[in-house]
């Protein structure tokens, strides 16, 4: 049998795609552990530091669609490119502020609100580039690389940065521990200018995009796009759902569980380390079978998916950090495992002209959903034990697996043929 990712390190756009992605992933955690620590250096208010995690996000989740309509009007490499370059400028005027002592508060808060909107272009440009730039045919086993490789990445860049902020006096205070903060910044400055010279190198396959037309109305067309394909439609929804259980719970269960029956911060790092590095397997796995099935894509998914939710109902009863470890690790490599199917699945689904649309709204069932399901839960969690919380999660999970099983077309979701157009 060939292996299919031969021919894919021996293509010049994968390689610089691939190349470019790792380091900015790298680059990014420096970033995200850097800027909520430089706002409690400044204020040491909790309030600020909400603040400035919303304005990361918030804004990112609202305008993720608008970024969506100009990738497929303008093709994503253009609106990548654009946003890399951005992001350097952004980056580098932080880091600079922040060695020279002149950071305040308003200019930090702006800063990250430059970096949030370029990041809701940035992401659904992103996700539709791999079919810009690789054949149909080797699409699965290029998202299960880059997907695999984004998950190392996210589990090495957090160590990096925290070696970077050991060796600057991590703790310390004062200019030597601020400058530690200015050069974290200062990588990911450099991270995204060395991907944006990457991304440079790659050379688009041909496509003719639409006409222009005015944005809302290409926001709404794709919005409309998806709502008559019916399976897409369903499976929208009922990812959407996915997205309040997974995303939602359990950013308020799993710190919970840490605190309450482990060891703090350092078993929620572990649990969350477990997750992420079955994630990898997963992703690893499924670059590696390719398009093996439980019958076909659908059955796979519900099935995948009802199985999580039984191994989340035990999650609440654990006493060790190491159960939660082996739970959270069988978790993620089947969540990998089909978080691979399902993006080649849409990619190839979806025409490439709406293929930015479609894609910006996923991300937004997750970006969007997901916190609001996390302030439910917390509201949730004040007035339920843990095992309930647990328990209803997995519960719910299986449930929604179950009911699609039973009343939808996704049982009948099978793999797009993957052509060599």
């Known amino acids: 049998m060939n292996n299919p990712s031969r021919p894919l390190l021996r293509d010049r756009n994968f390689v610089w795609l691939m190349s470019g992605g790792a380091v900015s992933i790298v680059g990014d955690q420096f970033t995200l552990i850097a800027l909520p620590w430089l706002v409690l250096e400044l204020t040491g208010d909790p309030v600020a530091l909400g603040m400035s995690v919303a304005l990361m996000g918030l804004p990112r989740a609202v305008l993720i669609l608008f970024g969506g309509a100009l990738v497929d009007r303008y ?24 060695y020279g002592g002149h950071a305040h508060l308003p200019v930090v808060l702006a800063l990250a609100l430059g970096l949030s909107l370029a990041s809701a272009f940035g992401i659904p440009a992103g996700t539709s580039m791999l079919p810009h730039a690789v054949a149909p045919q080797y699409l699965q086993a290029a998202n299960g690389m880059m997907m695999g490789l984004r998950q190392a990445a996210l589990l090495a860049g957090p160590l990096l940065a925290g070696l970077l902020f050991a060796l600057a006096g991590d703790g310390s205070g004062g200019p030597r521990h601020m400058h530690g903060l200015a050069l974290a910044f200062g990588v990911d400055c450099l991270s995204f200018a060395v991907s944006a010279w990457t991304l440079a190198q790659v050379a688009p396959r041909p496509f003719t995009p639409p006409a222009p037309q005015p944005v809302l109305r290409a926001v709404a067309a794709g919005l409309a796009a998806v709502w008559r394909d019916t399976l897409l439609r369903t499976c929208f929804i009922y990812w959407g759902l996915c997205a309040c259980v997974i995303g939602g719970v359990m950013q308020v269960a799993l710190p919970l569980l840490a605190s309450s029956r482990l060891h703090g911060a350092s078993a929620l790092g572990l649990l969350l380390g477990a997750h992420g590095a079955g994630a990898l397997l997963g992703m690893a796995a499924s670059g590696i079978a390719g398009r093996r099935r439980a019958g076909n894509l659908g059955m796979t998914l519900l099935l995948v998916d009802g199985i999580v939710g039984l191994l989340l109902v035990p999650l609440g ?70 095992p309930t919380l647990f328990g209803g999660a997995g519960a719910c999970l299986a449930g929604a697996a179950l009911l699609a099983w039973l009343f939808t077309p996704m049982r009948a979701l099978r793999d797009a043929p993957a052509t060599t157009v």
Do not use: C, D, Y
Request: aromatic share 8%; proline share 3%.
């Open 75 to 98: 093709a994503p490499k253009r609106v990548l490119m654009l946003t890399k370059h951005v992001n350097t400028a952004l980056l580098a005027a932080l880091a600079i502020l922040v």
């Open 317 to 386: 009863l654990i006493t060790a950090s190491w159960q939660g470890m082996l739970i959270n690790v069988l978790i993620g490599v089947l969540g990998g495992f089909v978080q691979v199917a399902v993006f080649t699945w849409i990619q190839q689904r979806v025409p490439r002209e709406l293929l930015g649309r479609t894609m910006s709204l996923f991300m937004f069932v997750f970006m969007g959903l997901a916190p609001l399901a996390a302030a439910l839960s917390g509201w949730i969690a004040s007035r339920v034990a843990l």
